[in-house]
T-cell receptor, first 112, second 111 residues
Framework: DAGITQSPRYKITETGRQVTLMCHQT?????MFWYRQDLGHGLRLIYY???????DKGEVPDGYVVSRSKTENFPLTLESATRSQTSVYFC???????????FGPGTRLTVT | QKEVEQNSGPLSVPEGAIASLNCTYS??????FFWYRQYSGKSPELIMS????GDKEDGRFTAQLNKASQYVSLLIRDSQPSDSATYLC???????????FGTGTRLLVSP
């Protein structure tokens, strides 16, 4: 049981390009989250989703787009990447009545 | 004032000692509290959750919650070099499904 997977694990892209980070879960958890982690800022919530077709903004949504057509997938798209979006991106899930979140392995994104 | 505050450290303790990690939060309505461990280059891993005042023990880990003083702590007994990591405190406030994370405390356990 893979739990949560993220792809790619590493990505280098150029300023202005569109990039999509994938998140897939096998637990059928209803909630999914996208965070970015930067030195000095900790984990910051970008977007989250309560269920398929239900998404909402987090703390730092600007420059990002999400969709959730299926419960198990929650892609994050950077429509026009900027250097300030260089970061480590984590996907997480939460299921049932628990508030515990479980994290994927992360994607390290570098924008040049 | 940040919503969740932690001393960034590093907190250095010798092997076998007790490591004490602290976290304060600003929202009195906060209900649920979590400690995550994050090794360098890895993702956060949930190690403890606590929901009511008092202590909760799990192996070498004890979480302590004091809602009146708005702090939560994590004690690691018999610290091992393998405990060297960054420990993140996370808080869930009332009415939201989201967690707010502190910036983490780096723990170094020396042999």
């Amino acid at each position: 049981d893979a739990g949560i997977t993220q792809s790619p694990r590493y990505k280098i892209t150029e300023t202005g390009r569109q990039v999509t980070l994938m998140c897939h879960q096998t637990w059928s958890h209803s909630y999914m989250f996208w965070y970015r982690q930067d030195l000095g800022h900790g984990l910051r919530l970008i977007y989250y989703s309560a269920a398929a077709d239900i998404t909402d903004k987090g703390e730092v949504p600007d420059g990002y787009v999400v969709s959730r057509s299926k419960t198990e997938n929650f892609p994050l798209t950077l429509e026009s990447a900027t250097r300030s979006q260089t970061s480590v991106y984590f996907c997480a899930t939460k299921g049932g009545d628990s508030y515990e979140q479980y994290f994927g392995p992360g994607t390290r994104l570098t924008v040049t | 004032q940040k919503e969740v505050e932690q001393n960034s450290g590093p907190l250095s303790v010798p092997e076998g000692a007790i490591a004490s990690l602290n976290c304060t939060y600003s929202d009195r309505g906060s209900q649920s509290f979590f400690w995550y461990r994050q090794y360098s280059g890895k993702s956060p891993e949930l190690i403890m959750s606590i929901y009511s005042n008092g202590d909760k023990e799990d192996g070498r880990f004890t979480a302590q919650l004091n809602k009146a003083s708005q702090y939560v702590s994590l004690l690691i007994r018999d610290s091992q070099p393998s405990d060297s990591a960054t420990y993140l405190c996370a808080v869930k406030t009332i009415g939201f499904q989201k967690l707010v994370f502190g910036t983490g405390t780096r723990l170094l356990v020396s042999p």
